[in-house]
């Protein structure tokens, strides 16, 4: 019997996995899609309603999870070749791309100019004369000082950021950005000064929402693993000692992830008291 069909390989194999590991026996075809097929047309009704919860989060850990416990390689599928930059608009909204598009070009801007320059223009207010120019409460977000330190920020904010974008829409992204970039910026000029810059603390922000989210409200998409938050805190730990000689905003970092952590409280609180 015919269920349904996808136009990815990837999605038509994970539903397939996971319904493997319920018992049931599915098949795919390839048509001008992935069409699948059920054997036992007695099992139709079990497997639409996981079909329904599959199609509403199909990123969801346990269907990545089934495919690595009952998958299989020899599905015969041919995945088509896919560019970078198909992949990263794939799970990129327009303002994380936006985002993104504007820190390489004040990275390229700074080794122009010079770092000096960038932050006479972009950092955090100095002094009461620049608390007017409204935009440097945010824009030492995109200054980034090494190679490294813009590909591992821009890493994070595409992945998680993305993923945020993609489930609750712009403006909830917009949001936590904002919010998270004033509050991390204020506490790091508190610690060490205005000479600071980067995405890090918007991306801690976004891991400590992510990782509640997904703990309090696992239906709405949004989650980080277990495993990541852990390495996130390892890494706040390695910053407090100094640890590898880094230079790290480490203010920015904790302020960042404590921000995440209380928006996603009030979010799930909100979906609490409404269901």
């Known amino acids: ?20 590991t319920r018992g049931v026996r599915l098949h795919i075809e390839r048509e001008s899609h992935y069409v699948i097929m059920l054997e036992d047309e007695s099992q139709l009704a079990m497997v639409e309603n996981e079909l329904a919860q599959f199609v509403r989060n199909p990123d969801h850990p346990r269907y990545q999870a089934a495919s690595w416990t009952s998958g299989r390689t020899d599905s015969n599928l041919r995945y088509e070749r896919s560019h970078l930059l198909a992949n990263i608009r794939e799970r990129a909204g327009p303002l994380t791309l936006a985002i993104m598009v504007i820190c390489v070009a004040v990275f390229i801007l700074m080794q122009i100019v010079g770092d000096e320059v960038a932050l006479d223009w972009l950092a955090w207010p100095a002094d ?42 712009s403006g909830k992204l917009f949001v936590i950005m904002l919010i998270s ?35 309090r409200d696992p239906d709405s998409g949004i989650y980080l693993e277990r495993g990541l938050i852990g390495f996130a805190v390892v890494w706040l730990v390695i910053g407090w000692y100094g640890a590898f000689g880094l230079s790290i905003a480490n203010a920015a970092h904790v302020t960042g992830l404590l921000v995440g952590l209380a928006m996603a409280f009030v979010d799930t609180r909100k979906n609490a008291h409404r269901r």
């Open 1 to 20: 019997m015919r269920i349904t069909q996808f136009s990815h390989p990837r999605m038509a194999q994970a539903f397939v996995d996971y319904m493997a």
């Open 128 to 169: 009461a004369s620049q608390y007017f120019q409204v935009w440097r409460w945010f824009s030492h977000a995109l200054l980034h000082f090494s190679l490294l330190h813009i590909l591992f920020n821009l890493m994070w904010w595409w992945y998680l950021g993305g993923a945020v974008e993609k489930r609750l829409g």
């Open 181 to 215: 970039a004033l509050l991390s910026g204020w506490m790091q000029a508190k610690f060490s000064g205005v000479l600071f810059g980067g995405l890090s603390g918007v991306v801690y922000a976004l891991m400590g929402y992510c990782w509640l989210r997904g703990e």
